[in-house]
């Protein structure tokens, strides 16, 4: 098959693939060289619990709706329609299914038949090794599930005892090391998971190998700040609740865990409490988590669970985030808080190089909530098959950032990857007046086209007002500022000549926003606050005059 690919093309993929690490490249050679074979023996024996008792993990939505109908990404489909594995169906819908993360959802103890039938149906169905059932991700996702379930609500039936082992021989020879990332992570815990469970040599070894991925993986993937190194909230949430399993696990099987690897074991309790600061800061006042990077509400559990989980676990309170300026340094994020605003500011990289799945171009976009609402809001994430659709949601123009001669600031293509990428530079913070704290930072994003433009942001926030002064630098291209109003936001008055429009919020509360520099022009665009939910919104533009543009956001001191 003859393939033409332009200078552009060529360019797109030498950018994007010249951060990849070696062990990528040659893994991904072996993952698709390797085909292991399946090792059907009888299951080890189970291990008992050595010390405590498995602690209640945390609940799920309730995604099985009847015997064979299920609801993820916000879509219902049937089984008996669809099977496990219809190729018109979404990947990650087939996922979702195959995850059996409904075993611990709310409504576990109703119907308590259908997942019994379902967990047999599922071991007669799915062949090992067959489908996409078995892809290493949904493989690990359900191992642990499997466990939970039985940990934490039901016995499991003898067929899906015998599966697990087979399901944990078969992932120890499909490590995505090609991947690495969030994939990597959750394929050792799987093997820790199923290693503890189970006893015997075999299951030392699972745990063992397990342990060897999760000692390199923490020091890389949790950063010194305590946030997951993709800059996602949800995937950090994600990986908090790993964290938390994980601890949770360990003391209940407390024998199975290696005597060699017990003092590094020891260390997960100050992981987690960095992970539940960074989680903390990086929420708005309404509890949930901000929308950088592929972010969606009611993927990962909600901060509270996760935080009852920790409670229950006895790992004690989190440290408070109320102060003015929390810098998570190496994150690359900021958050600037008031007595009614909270801003969340983005000043980092978009993600590791090697490893930029599941970034988007939204260098220097912030999120601002006032009196317990969201009022400017990233556009979200609604899905992950590549399209024109998928690299909107990931572009520039859907954030509240600037748009420089209609490009993106980072090459976002396919369905999880990057080309070139925008450099955070210049990061300052200037605390020292209370009354008024100010954020700079550019970016080079924007070198790449003719001129080599710099875009440099500034925020200043007081008690009740938020001002964000852009400037791209030197103006040989058209350039704009987006500011995305939450859906639920009530425009009350708009004067796009004057620059000028009001704001209405649940409460009461007005919020005023002035262009002070630059033409203010009012636009349609979408929110994508979950999988599968795409809300009409309002968005703001305003367009940079002679290199700067400055918009005051200001609310009610009585808010």
């Given at each position: 098959?003859?393939?033409?690919?332009?200078?552009?093309?060529?360019a797109?993929?030498?950018?994007?693939?010249?951060?990849l690490?070696?062990?990528?490249?040659?893994g991904?050679?072996?993952?698709?060289l390797?085909?292991?074979?399946?090792?059907?023996?009888?299951?080890p024996?189970?291990?008992?619990?050595?010390?405590?008792?498995?602690?209640?993990?945390v609940?799920?939505?309730?995604?099985?709706v009847?015997e064979?109908?299920?609801?993820?990404l916000?879509?219902?489909?049937?089984?008996s329609?669809?099977?496990?594995?219809?190729?018109?169906?979404?990947?990650?819908?087939r996922?979702n299914?195959?995850?059996?993360?409904?075993?611990?959802?709310?409504?576990?103890?109703?119907?308590?038949?259908?997942r019994?039938?379902?967990?047999?149906?599922?071991v007669?169905?799915?062949?090992?090794?067959s489908?996409s059932?078995?892809?290493?991700?949904?493989?690990?996702?359900r191992?642990?599930?499997?466990?939970k379930?039985?940990?934490?609500c039901?016995?499991?039936?003898?067929?899906?005892?015998?599966s697990?082992?087979v399901?944990?021989?078969?992932l120890g020879?499909?490590?995505?090391?090609?991947?690495?990332?969030?994939?990597?992570?959750?394929?050792?815990?799987?093997?820790?998971?199923?290693?503890?469970?189970?006893?015997?040599?075999?299951?030392?070894?699972w745990?063992?190998?397990?342990?060897?991925?999760?000692?390199?993986?923490?020091h890389?993937?949790?950063?010194?700040?305590g946030?997951?190194?993709?800059?996602s909230?949800?995937?950090?949430?994600?990986a908090?609740?790993d964290?938390?399993?994980?601890?949770?696990?360990?003391?209940t099987?407390a024998?199975?865990?290696?005597?060699?690897?017990r003092?590094?074991?020891?260390?997960?309790?100050?992981?987690?409490?960095r992970?539940?600061?960074?989680l903390?800061?990086?929420c708005?006042q309404d509890?949930?988590?901000s929308?950088?990077?592929?972010?969606?509400?009611?993927v990962?559990?909600?901060?509270l669970?996760?935080?009852?989980?920790?409670?229950?676990?006895?790992?004690?309170?989190?440290?408070?985030v109320?102060?003015?300026?929390?810098?998570?340094?190496?994150?690359?994020?900021?958050r600037?808080?008031?007595a009614?605003?909270?801003?969340?500011?983005d000043?980092?990289?978009?993600g590791?190089?090697y490893?930029?799945?599941?970034?988007?171009?939204?260098t220097?976009?912030?999120?601002?909530?006032?009196?317990?609402?969201?009022?400017?809001?990233?556009?979200?994430?609604?899905l992950?098959?590549?399209?024109?659709?998928?690299?909107?949601?990931?572009?520039?123009?859907a954030?509240?950032?600037?748009?420089?001669?209609?490009?993106d600031?980072?090459?976002?293509w396919?369905?999880?990857?990057?080309a070139?990428?925008?450099?955070p530079?210049?990061l300052?913070?200037?605390?020292?007046?209370?009354?008024?704290?100010r954020?700079?930072?550019?970016?080079?994003?924007y070198?790449?086209?003719?001129?080599?433009?710099?875009?440099?942001?500034?925020?200043?926030m007081?008690?009740?007002?938020?001002?964000?002064?852009?400037?791209?630098?030197?103006?040989?291209h058209?350039?704009?500022?987006?500011?995305?109003?939450h859906?639920?936001?009530l425009?009350e008055?708009r004067?796009?000549?004057?620059?000028r429009?009001?704001?209405r919020?649940?409460?009461?509360?007005?919020?005023h926003?002035?262009?002070?520099?630059?033409?203010?022009?009012?636009?349609?665009?979408y929110?994508h606050?979950?999988?599968?939910?795409?809300?009409?919104?309002?968005v703001?533009?305003v367009?940079?005059?002679?290199?700067?543009?400055?918009?005051?956001?200001?609310?009610?001191?009585?808010?």
């Amino acid at each position: 098959m003859r393939v033409d690919l332009t200078m552009s093309q060529m360019a797109r993929y030498w950018h994007t693939a010249r951060h990849l690490k070696a062990r990528q490249v040659v893994g991904r050679l072996l993952y698709r060289l390797n085909r292991p074979r399946i090792y059907a023996a009888a299951a080890p024996p189970l291990r008992a619990p050595s010390i405590g008792s498995w602690v209640r993990s945390v609940r799920r939505t309730p995604r099985m709706v009847g015997e064979e109908t299920f609801v993820f990404l916000n879509e219902a489909r049937s089984l008996s329609d669809h099977g496990w594995d219809d190729p018109a169906v979404p990947k990650l819908w087939r996922y979702n299914l195959h995850y059996f993360d409904d075993l611990l959802s709310d409504a576990r103890t109703e119907h308590q038949e259908w997942r019994q039938l379902l967990l047999r149906r599922w071991v007669r169905e799915n062949p090992p090794g067959s489908g996409s059932g078995w892809e290493p991700y949904p493989t690990s996702l359900r191992l642990v599930n499997w466990v939970k379930f039985a940990l934490d609500c039901d016995a499991l039936p003898e067929e899906c005892l015998e599966s697990l082992a087979v399901q944990a021989r078969w992932l120890g020879r499909r490590l995505e090391l090609h991947l690495l990332g969030n994939h990597l992570f959750v394929n050792a815990k799987a093997l820790i998971f199923a290693g503890l469970f189970f006893s015997g040599r075999e299951a030392e070894r699972w745990v063992r190998r397990g342990l060897e991925i999760l000692q390199v993986q923490i020091h890389e993937q949790i950063l010194k700040d305590g946030g997951q190194f993709e800059r996602s909230p949800m995937y950090h949430a994600l990986a908090l609740e790993d964290m938390l399993d994980l601890w949770n696990a360990a003391g209940t099987f407390a024998d199975g865990v290696p005597e060699t690897w017990r003092s590094f074991v020891a260390t997960w309790p100050e992981v987690i409490g960095r992970m539940r600061h960074w989680l903390a800061a990086m929420c708005h006042q309404d509890g949930e988590i901000s929308l950088f990077n592929d972010a969606a509400i009611g993927v990962a559990p909600a901060p509270l669970a996760l935080e009852e989980y920790a409670e229950r676990l006895g790992l004690g309170g989190v440290q408070p985030v109320d102060r003015h300026v929390t810098n998570l340094y190496e994150s690359g994020y900021v958050r600037l808080a008031r007595a009614h605003a909270v801003a969340v500011l983005d000043v980092g990289q978009i993600g590791p190089d090697y490893l930029p799945a599941h970034a988007h171009a939204d260098t220097l976009s912030f999120e601002l909530s006032v009196a317990g609402q969201r009022v400017f809001v990233n556009g979200g994430t609604s899905l992950y098959e590549a399209g024109e659709e998928r690299n909107r949601q990931r572009g520039t123009a859907a954030h509240n950032t600037v748009v420089v001669a209609g490009e993106d600031s980072s090459e976002v293509w396919g369905a999880f990857r990057v080309a070139r990428r925008a450099r955070p530079k210049g990061l300052s913070i200037d605390e020292q007046n209370d009354s008024v704290t100010r954020v700079t930072c550019s970016h080079t994003g924007y070198c790449r086209l003719s001129g080599r433009p710099l875009h440099t942001r500034r925020w200043s926030m007081a008690n009740n007002a938020i001002v964000v002064e852009d400037t791209v630098s030197p103006a040989v291209h058209p350039a704009e500022a987006r500011f995305h109003i939450h859906p639920s936001i009530l425009i009350e008055d708009r004067d796009e000549r004057n620059g000028r429009v009001m704001l209405r919020l649940s409460d009461g509360t007005a919020v005023h926003v002035a262009a002070e520099r630059g033409q203010l022009r009012i636009d349609a665009g979408y929110y994508h606050p979950q999988f599968g939910v795409s809300e009409p919104a309002t968005v703001l533009v305003v367009a940079l005059e002679l290199e700067r543009g400055i918009v005051r956001i200001a609310w009610d001191s009585a808010a």
